[in-house]
């Protein structure tokens, strides 16, 4: 079986929220190293708006990545880490 890369996880949660009806956004930082490639919002609210940062399967974060994660959790800012298409739809349950 082939081994899932990060961009087949990133294909899987755009398609995903997609047909919730939802918005996924690619976002670029300028001058901001670690910050989360995606942001997720679903119209029914189900879930608050959240930033995804994508893996492959088994990856961490790191450092620079972690440091920026926690800087915006401490502005109340949801950020979740998704190395698996199983994390995808844990996230959007």
């Known amino acids: 079986m082939k081994q899932l890369r990060e961009r087949d996880i990133e294909r899987y949660l755009v398609s995903r929220v997609k047909e919730l009806s939802g918005e996924v956004r690619k976002v670029q930082w300028i001058g901001r190293r670690g910050a989360p490639d995606r942001l997720v919002m679903?119209?029914?609210?189900?879930?608050?708006t959240v930033?995804?940062?994508?893996?492959?399967?088994?990856?961490?974060?790191?450092?620079?990545?972690v440091r920026?994660?926690?800087r915006m959790k401490a502005m109340g800012q949801v950020v979740v880490v998704i190395?698996?298409?199983?994390?995808?739809?844990?996230?959007l349950a």
Not at 84 to 91: F, G, N, Q, R, W
């Open 68 to 70: 920026e994660h926690k």
């Open 51 to 65: 930033w995804v940062e994508l893996k492959a399967p088994g990856k961490k974060p790191e450092a620079h990545q």
């Open 83 to 91: 190395d698996s298409k199983e994390a995808v739809d844990a996230l």
């Open 42 to 48: 679903l119209p029914d609210g189900s879930i608050p």
